[in-house]
């Protein structure tokens, strides 16, 4: 009895191999792609997990372009980050304009839909903001103290005080050290406050970090917001009316608020990726991390593909429902944003050194490092549980030590403390200030 249990197990093994030999012989070649190296993987290199003979169902592959689609029409929609970011240009635009009042310009960033606060009649149409996008994001307000966001916008709308009634008057005076008013610079006149600081670029550099980097970092790119989407974008739950899920969309707005204004947003870096010469790169309207990242591909070459490559690489992942892969892209994102901010604080740093050069043109590098220097506080760090690489108290001290603190501001910035601020930036990256040109 027991040899014909154990002849008839030995007969039931014999036929499991042979039919899964079977099922190989018919199964086309694949590569083993998968990070464990099973054959379960496909082309994407994508893992589903288990052991079994059949491949997994073929995932989407990483397009060349930002364009994706379903049933032949595209799911990409970031019109409300292109709308947001014309406004800001506008309202930059009224800060130079010194017949706009300080109630005109406030109520531009604070845009009430309906109301004529812009040039644009679709912007004065749409129900976007640039107000309630500044330190908005789901970070701040779920991670940092409710107070954050109100001060920061405190600070936008005290640049928006500050030059209606301290730099408008003054607007025909020569400035000089301790007196506001205008200084030439090349073609373009600059207008300072008595102690150096343009306020219109405190105001759009500010901008950079508090409400573009905000978005993209702290709100949209944050596995901690799109962890609530997952569930639906798993099920295969579109927006009502839309042909996108809640997930493929916040991944698109945070695209949106870097390649916006792009004048090809499917392919904004084309002249970058394909080798061309970063001077030629035209960033159009944008005022932002866009316009900036040529910049950056002097020293730092290949930024801009990193951060268009991780926009396309984490759609995809959200795509193949691989969460875990569209952390890392964000991640990327995350690192390649704060290296734009960073570098350009570092550059108008070191530019401003420059005592030979004119008043106006020190002072006008030395007020765009301030408001790239105020961004750094909304920059998130790459692999923490959302830790920032700058707390707003380090970079009120690094504004301390350049405008604050010295006598009269900028006129009194040595060179000494320049330099010193360049390389404590610096010090949070893998690169030196002295890479930085």
Same mark, same amino acid.
């Given at each position: 009895?027991?040899?014909?249990?154990?002849?008839?197990?030995?007969?039931?093994?014999?036929?499991?191999?042979?039919?899964?030999?079977?099922?190989?012989?018919?199964?086309?070649?694949?590569? *083993?792609?998968?990070?464990?190296?099973?054959?379960? !993987?496909?082309?994407?290199?994508?893992?589903?997990?288990?052991?079994?003979?059949?491949?997994?169902?073929?995932?989407?592959?990483?397009?060349?372009?930002?364009?994706?689609?379903?049933?032949?029409?595209?799911?990409?929609?970031?019109?409300?980050?292109?709308?947001?970011?014309?406004?800001?240009?506008?309202?930059?635009?009224?800060?130079?304009?010194?017949?706009?009042?300080?109630?005109?310009?406030?109520?531009?960033?604070?845009?009430?839909?309906?109301?004529?606060?812009?040039?644009?009649?679709?912007?004065?149409?749409?129900?976007?903001?640039?107000?309630?996008?500044?330190?908005?994001?789901?970070?701040?307000?779920?991670?940092?103290?409710?107070?954050?966001?109100?001060?920061?916008?405190?600070?936008?709308?005290?640049?928006?005080?500050?030059?209606?009634?301290?730099?408008?008057? *003054?607007?025909?005076?020569?400035?000089?050290?301790?007196?506001?008013?205008?200084?030439?610079?090349?073609?373009?006149?600059?207008?300072?406050?008595?102690?150096?600081?343009?306020?219109?670029?405190?105001?759009?550099?500010?901008?950079?970090?508090?409400?573009?980097?905000?978005?993209?970092?702290?709100?949209?790119?944050?596995?901690?917001?799109?962890?609530?989407?997952?569930?639906?974008?798993?099920?295969?739950?579109?927006?009502?009316?839309?042909?996108?899920?809640?997930?493929?969309?916040?991944?698109?707005?945070?695209?949106?608020?870097?390649?916006?204004? *792009?004048?090809?947003?499917?392919?904004?870096?084309?002249?970058?990726?394909? !080798?061309?010469?970063?001077?030629?790169?035209?960033?159009?309207?944008?005022?932002?991390?866009?316009?900036?990242?040529?910049?950056?591909?002097?020293?730092?070459?290949?930024?801009?593909?990193?951060?268009?490559?991780?926009?396309?690489?984490?759609?995809?992942?959200?795509?193949?429902?691989?969460?875990?892969?569209?952390?890392?892209?964000?991640?990327?994102?995350?690192?390649?944003?704060?290296?734009?901010?960073?570098?350009?604080?570092?550059?108008?740093?070191?530019?401003?050194?420059?005592?030979?050069?004119?008043?106006?043109?020190?002072?006008?590098?030395?007020?765009?490092?301030?408001?790239?220097?105020?961004?750094?506080?909304?920059?998130?760090?790459? !692999?923490?549980?959302?830790?920032?690489?700058?707390?707003?108290?380090?970079?009120?001290?690094?504004?301390?030590?350049?405008?604050?603190?010295?006598?009269?501001?900028?006129?009194?910035?040595?060179?000494?403390?320049?330099?010193?601020?360049?390389?404590?930036?610096?010090?949070?990256?893998?690169?030196?200030?002295?890479?930085?040109?």
């Amino acid at each position: 009895m027991r040899i014909l249990k154990l002849f008839i197990a030995a007969v039931i093994i014999g036929c499991f191999f042979v039919a899964c030999s079977d099922d190989d012989n018919d199964m086309p070649d694949m590569v *083993a792609t998968c990070s464990d190296n099973i054959q379960n !993987g496909d082309e994407t290199g994508v893992d589903c997990g288990g052991t079994s003979c059949a491949p997994c169902t073929t995932g989407v592959e990483i397009p060349d372009t930002y364009v994706f689609e379903r049933n032949g029409e595209t799911t990409v929609s970031f019109s409300g980050q292109t709308t947001r970011l014309k406004m800001a240009k506008e309202i930059l635009g009224k800060l130079r304009d010194n017949t706009a009042t300080e109630a005109d310009i406030l109520a531009a960033y604070d845009h009430q839909e309906g109301t004529d606060n812009f040039s644009d009649a679709d912007l004065n149409a749409s129900d976007k903001q640039v107000r309630n996008k500044t330190a908005g994001s789901f970070f701040f307000k779920n991670f940092v103290p409710a107070i954050a966001s109100t001060t920061v916008v405190a600070d936008f709308e005290g640049f928006i005080s500050a030059q209606v009634n301290e730099v408008f008057p *003054a607007w025909n005076n020569v400035a000089s050290e301790g007196v506001a008013g205008q200084l030439p610079d090349g073609s373009s006149t600059r207008y300072v406050n008595a102690r150096g600081l343009e306020y219109d670029q405190a105001f759009i550099k500010g901008l950079t970090g508090a409400f573009v980097a905000d978005q993209i970092v702290g709100n949209y790119t944050l596995p901690a917001n799109l962890e609530q989407f997952e569930a639906a974008n798993d099920a295969g739950t579109l927006v009502d009316g839309k042909t996108y899920t809640d997930l493929e969309h916040d991944w698109d707005e945070a695209y949106g608020y870097f390649f916006g204004l *792009a004048a090809d947003g499917a392919n904004p870096v084309a002249a970058l990726l394909d !080798g061309g010469d970063p001077s030629t790169f035209s960033s159009g309207d944008d005022e932002f991390l866009y316009k900036y990242v040529d910049n950056v591909e002097a020293n730092f070459d290949g930024t801009a593909q990193a951060i268009f490559d991780a926009f396309k690489a984490g759609r995809t992942a959200i795509l193949n429902k691989d969460y875990n892969e569209r952390d890392a892209q964000a991640d990327i994102i995350r690192e390649k944003v704060a290296m734009v901010v960073a570098v350009r604080a570092i550059h108008y740093l070191k530019a401003g050194q420059d005592t030979m050069s004119s008043p106006g043109t020190r002072l006008h590098d030395l007020s765009e490092a301030y408001g790239f220097i105020y961004s750094l506080q909304f920059l998130l760090e790459p !692999g923490t549980n959302n830790s920032f690489y700058f707390t707003r108290a380090e970079v009120e001290g690094y504004l301390d030590t350049i405008y604050n603190n010295p006598t009269n501001g900028f006129w009194g910035a040595t060179v000494e403390d320049l330099n010193s601020v360049a390389a404590d930036i610096a010090a949070k990256f893998s690169f030196t200030a002295d890479e930085v040109d």
